[in-house]
């Protein structure tokens, strides 16, 4: 069995924390919720009642700097193709309404249906075009998983494996 040796090679503190454990730490879900009451001025003085809720995500700088690089989405054709299948329906609903044509209307409508069945799944070749313009990333990636911390002098190191 091997144990890692997270001895900071810089400093030689023993403490030294993952990238991933640092990051993960530092982000936090923020929830809220929101009522108000409230009456107009009128001769029924109508009640309103309104509700909200809010979530986000608060990250410290320390998880900001320990965050792994990001990977790119894959863009594909079928992803272009379903946008601009959506703009010209809605320009052809727009056409349609301005003459009053229920039949120019209906298909814009079915031009945007159909932008949604549309498949934007990437090809062979878009996928494998993409696998290789984001290799680095993706050995970015391998490498900050491994990277260990150093709580007193902040160095970066991927540590050693040590017989136990």
Same mark, same amino acid.
């Given at each position: 069995?091997?144990?890692?040796?997270?001895?900071?090679?810089?400093?030689?503190?023993?403490?030294?924390?993952?990238?991933?454990?640092?990051?993960?730490?530092?982000?936090?879900?923020?929830?809220?919720?929101?009522?108000?009451?409230?009456?107009?001025?009128?001769?029924?003085?109508? =009640?309103?009642?309104?509700?909200?809720?809010?979530?986000?995500?608060?990250?410290?700088?320390?998880?900001?700097?320990?965050?792994?690089?990001?990977?790119?989405?894959?863009?594909?054709?079928?992803?272009?193709?379903?946008?601009?299948?959506?703009?010209?329906?809605? &320009?052809?609903?727009?056409?349609?309404?301005?003459?009053?044509?229920?039949?120019?209307?209906?298909?814009?409508? &079915?031009?945007?249906?159909?932008?949604?069945?549309?498949?934007?799944?990437?090809?062979?070749?878009? =996928?494998?075009?993409?696998?290789?313009?984001?290799?680095?990333?993706?050995? &970015?990636?391998?490498?900050?998983?491994?990277?260990?911390?150093?709580?007193?002098?902040?160095?970066?190191?991927?540590?050693?494996?040590?017989?136990?």
């Amino acid at each position: 069995m091997k144990k890692l040796d997270t001895t900071c090679p810089k400093c030689g503190a023993p403490h030294a924390r993952k990238l991933s454990v640092i990051h993960a730490e530092g982000l936090s879900t923020v929830e809220t919720e929101i009522n108000t009451v409230g009456t107009f001025n009128t001769i029924g003085g109508q =009640q309103i009642t309104t509700e909200g809720n809010s979530s986000s995500v608060q990250q410290t700088r320390a998880s900001r700097e320990a965050a792994p690089p990001e990977m790119p989405r894959i863009v594909t054709k079928g992803m272009h193709n379903r946008k601009m299948l959506i703009l010209a329906g809605i &320009a052809t609903c727009l056409v349609g309404l301005w003459l009053f044509s229920m039949l120019v209307v209906l298909c814009g409508v &079915a031009m945007i249906v159909g932008a949604f069945m549309l498949d934007t799944d990437p090809s062979i070749a878009e =996928q494998s075009d993409y696998d290789e313009q984001t290799r680095d990333i993706r050995e &970015a990636i391998e490498a900050w998983e491994q990277t260990f911390q150093c709580v007193s002098c902040g160095n970066r190191f991927v540590p050693l494996e040590i017989a136990a």
